[in-house]
């Protein structure tokens, strides 16, 4: 699932001609950061991307396009390992990988 997630947003977040592989996989760590944070503060999943956005994201606006695609994973993920792993991480780790 997690592969699947992460095409998913590589397809809706091309590289800009300006932005590197390693700042496009940091803003997608923020995201995953953003929403395992949305989960963790008990937002409903259907609320994330509205909460998220609320939040003031640092990211550039068409990494918003990948929330409603990567959601779905990290609700899906047992709430004691979002509570004690860092899903960011994993994430920036396994893109800089692709």
Do not use: H
């Not at 997630?5 to 590197?20: G, K, N, R, S, V």
């Not at 998220?52 to 990494?63: I, K, L, Q």
């Amino acid at each position: 699932m997690l592969r699947t997630a992460f095409a998913a947003l590589l397809l809706a977040t091309p590289l800009a001609a300006e932005e590197t592989k390693e700042q496009s996989c940091q803003y997608q760590a923020d995201v995953v950061a953003a929403i395992q944070q949305a989960r963790l503060d008990k937002v409903k999943e259907r609320d994330v991307p509205q909460a998220v956005a609320d939040s003031s994201p640092t990211w550039p606006e068409n990494y918003n396009a990948a929330i409603p695609l990567i959601t779905p994973w990290v609700y899906e993920q047992k709430m004691r390992d979002v509570r004690k792993k860092d899903l960011g991480a994993a994430w920036l780790e396994l893109c800089l990988q692709q």
